[in-house]
């Protein structure tokens, strides 16, 4: 097989991320060479400074090239997009609060998020976060969870994750399974949870429970060592997570992706031959590599790449769990709908501006 047929295939299990508001050489490459089956935008990627028409067009034009590269007739367009400290995109684009605050408001809001993201030609969310709000000191999630108890977590992901759907955006509940407990952010560090499955059982699981129930399609992994139940790898690369608790205890069948490879908890693994192969064989199904932290090479998505081919090629990964992962994939892509970039008007974003107003002056949780 001809050597970048082999590491296109990977591209059928990859969310990359872009480096700017325009595609560098760079991008051109790894878009027509790995054809990645979905693309993760920040806010590097949007012109920041200028009128609401001048950055959509902008943007209009990076989304459209994406495609021209790929050649997919359609893919993923994914956008990191929760509210309060984690929203990429200029003004106009609301400014909603953080889940914590949106309590009675969660259906509601996540209907205007969605409104918005199809504007900018999103069709899949990486929300709602199905973390507990548990640990004081979180510096990673926070009051970016619904809640500070399982009930109130599982109630607010849930609400949103349906608003989302009931407006035609994709969802994914994060971070699998519960990030919520940590002092330790994964971005710069591996956290370690000393959690039995027991404790996991009554506390961090109940909102993926919730979810599941509700049939969310996606489950994002993540990057935290829980030694009790697996004391050698993190969640990403754990089949005691991943298979037996998410898959046959949960009974999850959806799309599990992978946390961002980039991530300090894990990108040192990554880089080590035979770890894309542990993933699959864990239960991963797709793979983000955003290239926004640490001025991620474009070599470093190869070398990813490369170790996935070679995984086949050695037989440590197994065409029927790649073929399997993909299915999945697939399922999923056949009913995401596409969305154009467009603008909003006036109106929808100032209801949507006292929306977000009225989420505010609810009582503290």
């Not at 009051?143 to 994709?170: D, H, K, M, Q, W």
Request: hydrophobic fraction near 40%; glycine fraction near 6%; charge should be negative.
């Amino acid at each position: 097989m001809p050597a970048l047929q082999r590491l296109e295939r990977f591209g059928n299990h990859l969310i990359l991320g872009i480096s700017g508001t325009s595609l560098s050489d760079e991008d051109k490459r790894a878009l027509g060479e790995l054809k990645p089956i979905g693309v993760i935008f920040f806010a590097k990627n949007f012109v920041d400074g200028v009128p609401y028409d001048v950055w959509l067009e902008t943007f209009q034009e990076l989304h459209s090239q994406i495609q021209e590269y790929t050649e997919r007739d359609s893919m993923f367009f994914t956008l990191d997009h929760e509210g309060g400290r984690v929203v990429r995109t200029p003004l106009p684009i609301t400014r909603f609060p953080q889940a914590l605050l949106l309590r009675s408001h969660a259906r509601e809001v996540a209907k205007a998020t969605a409104i918005e993201l199809k504007s900018l030609g999103i069709n899949l969310s990486w929300s709602p976060v199905a973390d507990i709000y548990s640990h004081p000191q979180n510096p990673i999630i926070g009051s970016r969870a619904f809640g500070n108890t399982p009930e109130t977590a599982a109630t607010g992901a849930r609400e949103y994750y349906l608003g989302l759907t009931e407006a035609g955006i994709v969802g994914c509940a994060k971070h699998f399974p519960g990030h919520g407990d940590t002092s330790k952010d994964s971005h710069v560090e591996l956290p370690i949870l000393n959690l039995t499955p027991e404790e996991l059982q009554n506390r961090e699981l109940i909102p993926f429970k919730a979810l599941i129930e509700e049939g969310i399609p996606l489950i994002m992994t993540a990057h935290i060592l829980f030694p009790k139940i697996d004391p050698d790898l993190p969640a990403t690369l754990s089949r005691p997570i991943l298979k037996t608790i998410l898959r046959e205890e949960l009974g999850f069948q959806g799309v599990v992706v992978s946390d961002d490879l980039d991530m300090k908890a894990v990108s040192d693994m990554f880089m080590q031959r035979g770890t894309v192969a542990r993933a699959f064989n864990a239960g991963c199904d797709l793979f983000i590599v955003s290239r926004n932290i640490y001025a991620s090479s474009i070599e470093r998505t190869y070398k990813i790449a490369e170790d996935f081919a070679d995984a086949l090629t050695d037989g440590t990964l197994a065409e029927l769990v790649v073929e399997s992962a993909k299915e999945r994939i697939e399922r999923l892509l056949a009913v995401t709908p596409e969305y154009s970039v467009q603008m909003l008007d006036k109106d929808t974003l100032v209801r949507h501006g006292e929306l977000a107003i009225a989420c505010c002056f609810e009582s503290s949780p």
